[in-house]
Every structure is written in structure tokens, then in C-alpha cells.
């Protein structure tokens, strides 16, 4: 079954305490993102990759950091994960770099920074 | 950069009426309007999507009208059941996959 698969879903952790969040995908697809979701906001990028390698900056990078070594695999990272990154994480793919086309998102982690 | 406004944030409507969701854009560049729907515990869902170069489109119960002089697009929903009850996000994109979200919508239609 194609799909976009991150673990873990629920997640609890204190200040401080650094993290990682997965995400792979078995589609083969170039592009793969983080968003992030909260109340009012709406999805807000948080970083991108277009291809192995090649990983940018999104609307709200600061204090995330991201690897993409594999073409399915793309970790979000957060160092000293503090309160205000409290919030529901999305992972997408999409087939291609260029022309748009469907996002596949992930079922999402919800996490919790006390 | 872009920016992308939803309305309206909530929308209660009964099982059979039509529903409406607005949203613009600020980017005239924008060239790809998608719209997901998200339903409880689970990620976004591409349910219709719309270039630039086309003024509506349509599939089943739901349909897509873009005005690019005024920079709107709405999604229509008709004779809505109450599998339709989610949140509902548009988003903006002029190129590489590079989405710009609404706030969303959360419809509920009642029996």
C-alpha cells in the first residue's frame, strides 16, 4: 500500500530533551516536507527537501533541523525541543520537484513539550 | 510571500444543503490551488485541485471556481452528507511544490 508512515504518533517530553520524529515513504517520490499544524494557523511549512541530499528552509525552521541520506526516508530533528514547539506534525511527499501535484501526508505526531 | 485567508472558520450546514468555503490569495504569481480535507485523526486528503489556466472544476459533489482578477477560489460541496464533516484546507502554490495553506474550515452537517 503506498503511503507516507511516521512514527511515533503521540509523543510526551520535556524541555530539552532532544528528539527525533520519522518518516518514510514508499512511493519513490522526490519531494518529501514537515508541516506543522496548530489552532488558527493552519499547516506551516517547516522544511523541505527536493531530492537525497538537498533539504531548504521552510516558513518556520527555527529550532527544527532535517537529514534526507535515503530517497524514502526524511527525519525531522529537534535538538532542545522547547514548549512553544508543542503542536500536530505532519509529513508529506509529493511524485515530483518541478510542476505541482498531490501532497501524500502522513497520519501525523502529535507532540507535547512540558 | 504568500499569503492565503480561509472563511469561514466554522460552517454548520444539514445533510442535503450546499456549502461554500472562500478563500484569496495575495500572490498573482499563484498558479496551483489545491484543496485537502482533513478528517478526525488523520493527515489531509487531496479531495480537488485547480490551475491557473481553468475557471472551474468539477467532480461528483464537489467543485472549484477560480477567479484570478480578483484572486479568489471557493470550494462548492452540494447535497452534503455527513461523511462530508471534516476540516477543509486551501492552499496557494506557484511552483515546486512549495504549498501555502488557509487556516481551514471545519464543517459539520447534521442528520
Known amino acids: 500500500e503506498a503511503q507516507v508512515t511516521q512514527n511515533p504518533r503521540y509523543l510526551i517530553t520535556v524541555t530539552g530533551k532532544k528528539l527525533t520524529v520519522t518518516c518514510s515513504q514508499n512511493?519513490?517520490?522526490?519531494?518529501m516536507s514537515w508541516y506543522r499544524q496548530d489552532p488558527g494557523l493552519g499547516l506551516r511549512q517547516i522544511y523541505y527537501?527536493?531530492?537525497?541530499?538537498?533539504?531548504d528552509k521552510g516558513d518556520v525552521p527555527e529550532g527544527y533541523k532535517v537529514s534526507r541520506k535515503e530517497k524514502r526516508n526524511f527525519p525531522l530533528i529537534l535538538e532542545s525541543p522547547s514548549p512553544n514547539q508543542t503542536s500536530l506534525y505532519f509529513c508529506?511527499?509529493?511524485?515530483?520537484?518541478?510542476?505541482?501535484?498531490?501532497?501524500?501526508f502522513g497520519q501525523g505526531t502529535r507532540l507535547t513539550v512540558v | 510571500g504568500e499569503n492565503v485567508e480561509q472563511h469561514p472558520s466554522t460552517l454548520s450546514v444539514q445533510e442535503g444543503d450546499s456549502a461554500v468555503i472562500k478563500c484569496t490569495y495575495s500572490d498573482s504569481a499563484s498558479n496551483y490551488f489545491p484543496w485537502y480535507k482533513q478528517e478526525l485523526g488523520k493527515g489531509p486528503q487531496l479531495i480537488i485541485d485547480?490551475?491557473?489556466?481553468?475557471g472551474e472544476k468539477k467532480d461528483q459533489r464537489i467543485a472549484v471556481t477560480l477567479n484570478k482578477t480578483a484572486k479568489h477560489f471557493s470550494l462548492h460541496i452540494t447535497e452534503t452528507q455527513p461523511e462530508d464533516s471534516a476540516v477543509y484546507f486551501c492552499a496557494a502554490s506557484k511552483g515546486f511544490q512549495k504549498l501555502v495553506f488557509g487556516t481551514g474550515t471545519r464543517l459539520l452537517v447534521s442528520p
Open positions: 512511493m519513490n517520490h522526490e519531494y
Open positions: 508529506a511527499s509529493s511524485p515530483e520537484t518541478g510542476q505541482n501535484t498531490e501532497a501524500f
Open positions: 485547480i490551475r491557473s489556466n481553468v
Open positions: 527537501s527536493m531530492n537525497v541530499e538537498v533539504t
